[in-house]
């Protein structure tokens, strides 16, 4: 069965530093993976997304996240962190091939940014 | 493009009334509609998947009876949590896809539901 694990409930980072939130997943087909950031109140907004193509995917706010198989693994990074970038982000796979695109969540990661 | 909008974002009713909550495409049109709940500080929870004229596949554990969903147009999809309880409080999130597998889903901006 698929699955998807965030590594820390609540990382936090100074302003301009690296931002890192790691994802693991395990699926039984390739997978399609997804980031996506909630803001307090809000709905999903998509930050980027893997279909099988380039393994670094480049997404909106300057994040971007690897696919490396090897590793099961499709941390999302940006090189440095804006106090607009605290927010909650999920990590999703899709079921894509044989459940209708469902999504599975990760259990999310809050970033928090210190001034 | 791709806006889904959620309405109302608000509700507030008292024990065993109902509750409807719309969630629409706005600028393209959704084959298939996801909903989702989500407790405070916890991941979403896919509670159904619906596609236009069909009936919804409920997850396993949620009670299709309890929250009836309605996919009448390919804009347009509808939850109604029926006898609604105060264990019923959460925040509903949609989501649509423009194609059948839903490779890309767009997120609405959820509904805040208070039963008293």
């Known amino acids: 069965a698929q699955s998807v694990t965030q590594l820390g409930s609540h990382v936090s980072v100074s302003e301009g530093a690296l931002v890192l939130l790691r994802c693991n997943y395990s699926s039984s087909v390739p997978p399609y993976l997804f980031w996506y950031v909630q803001y307090p109140n809000q709905g999903l907004q998509l930050l980027l997304k893997?279909?099988?193509?380039?393994?670094l995917v480049k997404g909106i706010n300057g994040f971007e996240a690897e696919f490396k198989k090897s590793e099961t693994s499709f941390h999302l990074t940006k090189p440095s962190a804006h106090m607009s970038d605290a927010a909650e982000y999920f990590c999703?796979?899709?079921?894509?091939?044989?459940?209708?695109?469902?999504?599975?969540f990760g259990q999310g990661t809050e970033l928090s940014v210190k001034p | 493009g791709a806006v889904v909008s959620q309405h109302p974002s608000w509700v507030i009713c008292k024990s065993g009334t109902s509750v409807k909550i719309e969630c629409r495409s706005l600028?393209?049109?959704?084959?298939?509609m996801f909903w989702y709940r989500q407790f405070p500080k916890q991941s979403l929870m896919l509670m159904a998947t619906s596609n236009e004229g069909s009936k919804a596949t409920y997850e396993q554990g949620v009670e299709k009876d309890k929250f009836l969903i309605n996919h009448a147009s390919l804009t347009l999809s509808t939850l109604t949590v029926t006898s609604a309880h105060p264990e019923d409080s959460s925040f509903y999130i949609c989501s649509a896809s423009e194609d059948e597998g839903g490779e890309t889903q767009y997120f609405g901006p959820g509904t805040r539901l208070l039963v008293l």
């Open positions: 999703a796979v899709s079921l894509l091939y044989n459940q209708g695109g469902k999504l599975i």
């Open positions: 600028d393209f049109q959704a084959t298939t």
């Open positions: 893997y279909t099988s193509a380039a393994t």
